[in-house]
């Protein structure tokens, strides 16, 4: 039977994540992912495509405290659970939604590493975002993920990615929350419905990808190969594909090690031999 063999977490969207052994499942998905993010000026949220040096700020959370570090600069901390802090309107692709401004000496110090102007902002609990409700139902949220809150991969998926591109990549390139283990490659493709630790999971659209997998995250340096192979083996309708945005149907914990029961398939999503 599936299983989880690793669980993500990415507290600051964009940044480098880490991984867990167990987590609460809160109704925005693992508690605390995707809860912060960066933006420019114009309260348009940065990710590595504009600004790949992101990669390199890793993240931790320890004694109630979020931890950014990055290589030559002193680690920062911010309170788990902010209070207060200007509301400012942020852009998220095609979403407008209510963040919260983070300290500015935080800022100054993004602003250093990265070398561009960028606030630091967090979701609070007050506000919801609605994932598109073309694939999800009224009462779904997320908070500053691309659109869902959780995406699955498979190892298999990865591993045969690997054999036929001749590439060697790791699983952080494709930033999945959930990887599943002792399954065929891309069986994820073909779930719609799976329950893992008495939590019920919807997959209602796959993952398209952007540039972000090319980066590899200990350089931040581009490697064009990794999207050409994608568009030669995993590409539908022009663009390209790899994992499975899921939505969730209750909270609860995930932990490695959980089975994953599918309770129903279909067609495989994108339609890929």
């Avoid at 940065?46 to 931790?60: E, H």
């Avoid at 931890?67 to 911010?78: E, F, T």
Wanted: with cysteine; proline share 7%; net charge negative.
């Amino acid at each position: 039977m599936p299983a989880i063999s690793q669980l993500y977490l990415y507290p600051v969207k964009s940044l480098a994540g880490f991984q867990v052994q167990q987590w609460p499942v809160d109704k925005t998905g693992l508690r605390y992912d995707r809860q912060w993010m960066l933006i420019d000026q114009q309260g348009q949220f940065l990710s590595q495509r504009r600004l790949p040096k992101m990669a390199l700020i890793t993240t931790r959370i320890e004694d109630q405290l979020l931890w950014l570090s990055a290589p030559g600069h002193q680690p920062v901390a911010i309170p788990l659970n902010p209070q207060g802090g200007d509301s400012i309107e942020v852009t998220i692709w095609h979403d407008q939604c209510l963040a919260r401004s983070v300290a500015s000496t935080i800022d100054d110090w993004l602003t250093e590493v990265l070398q561009h102007p960028c606030r630091l902002v967090y979701h609070p609990t007050d506000q919801i975002r609605q994932v598109d409700q073309n694939y999800a139902f009224a009462d779904d949220q997320t908070a500053f993920s691309d659109g869902f809150p959780f995406l699955i991969v498979s190892e298999a998926s990865l591993q045969a990615f690997n054999q036929h591109s001749g590439l060697a990549l790791a699983m952080e390139r494709f930033r999945p929350n959930i990887v599943v283990t002792d399954c065929e490659a891309y069986a994820e493709d073909q779930w719609r419905q799976i329950s893992i630790n008495g939590i019920g999971f919807r997959l209602p659209k796959p993952c398209s990808r952007c540039a972000v997998p090319a980066i590899d995250p200990q350089t931040a340096i581009s490697d064009k190969r990794v999207l050409s192979e994608l568009a030669r083996l995993r590409q539908w309708q022009h663009k390209v594909y790899f994992g499975q945005n899921a939505l969730h149907d209750a909270i609860g914990e995930l932990g490695v090690g959980n089975c994953v029961t599918v309770m129903t398939k279909a067609e495989p999503q994108p339609p890929i031999q």
